[in-house]
Nanobody
Framework: QVQLVESGGGLVQPGGSLRLSCAASGSIFSSYAMAWYRQAPGSQRELVAIITSSGSTNYLDSVKGRFTISRDNRKKTVDLQMNSLKPEDTAVYYC????????WGQGTQVTVSS
């Protein structure tokens, strides 16, 4: 049974930083790509960043240079460091294990507002 638990969301002013973390249970973590998605009110869920099992990364164009995804296979965690946050980054952020799986976390709210 896979469980994903996100933490680290909150309210931050524009230009600020937040670090999201996702902790996974189960013994198969290192074999899967891990990703962060987000969904703003009235919008579809979108892929923000992904890191493969070998450590390759890819980012949504609008967050390139501001967000960094990383993983620790020993701790079974995947983090998303978010810098220079903008109001348009406001959304619920979700952790996902795998590309074609249905392993999702419960989400954590990120609000960027002055």
């Amino acid at each position: 049974q896979v469980q994903l638990v996100e933490s680290g969301g909150g309210l931050v002013q524009p230009g600020g930083s937040l670090r999201l973390s996702c902790a996974a249970s189960g013994s198969i973590f290192s074999s899967y790509a891990m990703a962060w998605y987000r969904q703003a009110p009235g919008s579809q869920r979108e892929l923000v960043a992904i890191i493969t099992s070998s450590g390759s990364t890819n980012y949504l164009d609008s967050v390139k240079g501001r967000f960094t995804i990383s993983r620790d296979n020993r701790k079974k965690t995947v983090d998303l460091q978010m810098n220079s946050l903008k109001p348009e980054d406001t959304a619920v952020y979700y952790c996902k294990m795998g590309i074609t799986t249905s392993y999702w976390g419960q989400g954590t709210q990120v609000t960027v507002s002055s």
